[in-house]
């Protein structure tokens, strides 16, 4: 990092990956901000809450197999969601 080229395979493993995800000065730029930090990425893309939103705002009353598969939850719990929500109104 002192003006000398760097070499991918000299790299530690997790930047090898990142570099294979989204390039090389994109994973300098992931490095310059986060070193040093601990990352866990979350299962789910999407937070609890705004997959609520979202069922609440797509259910029709027959797509509830859909909804599951689009956001990666369970059927059951998107019926659950469902059915506290109806219980709020």
């Known amino acids: ?3 000398e080229p760097i070499e991918k395979d000299g790299l530690n ?6 570099c294979d995800c989204v390039g ?3 994973m300098l730029k992931i490095y310059k901000r986060m070193k040093g930090c601990q990352i866990t990425f979350p299962r789910r893309l999407f937070s609890g809450g705004y997959v609520k939103e ?4 797509k259910y029709n009353g027959h797509n509830v197999k859909q909804l599951a598969r689009e956001y990666e939850y369970s059927e059951k719990w998107i019926r659950q969601m469902l ?3 109806k219980n709020k109104n």
């Open 54 to 57: 979202q069922v609440s705002k």
């Open 83 to 85: 059915k506290d929500g």
């Open 13 to 18: 493993d997790v930047y090898k990956e990142l």
């Open 24 to 26: 090389f000065e994109n």
């Open 1 to 3: 990092m002192n003006g």
